[in-house]
């Protein structure tokens, strides 16, 4: 069964002149525990809203969403919160961190709602993720201190330390450097196979979705899948960019840093 199963969902919303904006199209998508799916899109083309949907932040329209084969409309808003809390780990693109919380508190922050060991020994485990995200040298340093990418490892690490079941990472490395972006995925697909979680990673950067065991693209509010195997992947994987990269190019500007050899044409 999968973990994460949506079927031919649509999410509209109504704009102040009154016009419906029809973000999601019809999505379909089934992501098994233990798999990596990635997504990537142009801006604007919905991603932020799919990966909403699936961490229960926000509904479909029309279609449905399965949680472990439960239709979520028929979970109570309780038993969604307390779902949300438990089995998700979520990287936000804008990171929402909580102002005046030390990194060391942000991260702590969601093992408050856990039980036992978890509960008693969540600043033992927030410095242990922290020291993994590569801060454990700036546990009680304010957000707002904190670089953009030194925020956004917070953010991995507060999304990872209650071992989550499933793993939504919005843009996990649009922080970060190259290399940096690299632990970082390491540790998400680390921890994702620790916990045998279900991961679904939204990236621009081509090197970061190859990682992903499938990959989908979404296009006008539909998600088309994407074999990065096969001919005129670079094509396939942006769309309506140009596919002639001049030789020893290694970087599309709209896309983020780098092509990996295996989507070069
Ligand atoms: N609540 C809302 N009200 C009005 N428009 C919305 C709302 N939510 C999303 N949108 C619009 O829907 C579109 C898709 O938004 P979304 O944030 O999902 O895009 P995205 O693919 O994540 O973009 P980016 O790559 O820039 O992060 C955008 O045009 C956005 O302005
Ligand atoms: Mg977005």
Redesign the pocket.
């Known amino acids: 069964m999968s973990m994460l199963d949506l079927r031919d969902v649509t999410r509209d919303?109504l704009?102040p002149d009154d016009r419906v904006?029809h973000?999601l199209r019809g999505v379909t998508l089934s992501v098994a525990a233990g798999e990596h799916v990635a997504v990537v899109?142009?801006?604007?083309?919905?991603?932020?809203?799919?990966?909403?949907i699936l961490g229960l932040l926000d509904a479909p329209t029309a279609g449905e969403y399965l949680l472990e084969g439960t239709p979520v409309t028929a979970l109570s808003n309780r038993r969604r919160t307390r779902r949300r809390g438990q089995d998700f780990g979520f990287v936000f693109?804008q990171f929402h961190l909580l102002p005046g919380r030390t990194a060391l508190e942000n991260v702590a922050a969601p093992l408050l709602y856990a039980a036992g060991r978890q509960f008693w020994h969540r600043r033992d485990l927030a410095a242990s993720m922290l020291d993994r995200v590569g801060l454990g040298d700036r546990l009680d340093t304010m957000p707002e201190k904190l670089s953009g990418g030194e925020q956004q490892r917070v953010a991995v690490a507060r999304a990872l330390v209650r071992g989550p079941r499933v793993i939504l990472a919005?843009?996990p490395t649009g922080a970060l450097d190259v290399e940096t972006g690299q632990q970082i995925m390491d540790l998400l697909d680390d921890v994702a196979s620790e916990t045998g979680a279900a991961l679904v990673t939204?990236t621009?950067d081509l090197a970061v979705a190859a990682r992903a065991r499938r990959h989908y693209r979404?296009v006008d509010g539909v998600l088309v899948p994407v074999d990065v195997g096969g001919a005129g992947r670079v094509a396939d994987w942006v769309g309506d960019v140009p596919t002639h990269l001049p030789v020893g190019r290694t970087h599309l500007p709209e896309l983020g840093p780098s092509v990996p050899a295996q989507v070069q044409p």
């Open positions: 919303v704009l904006l973000i899109g142009r801006s604007g083309t919905g991603k932020s809203t799919l990966l909403n693109q919005d843009e939204i621009h979404l």
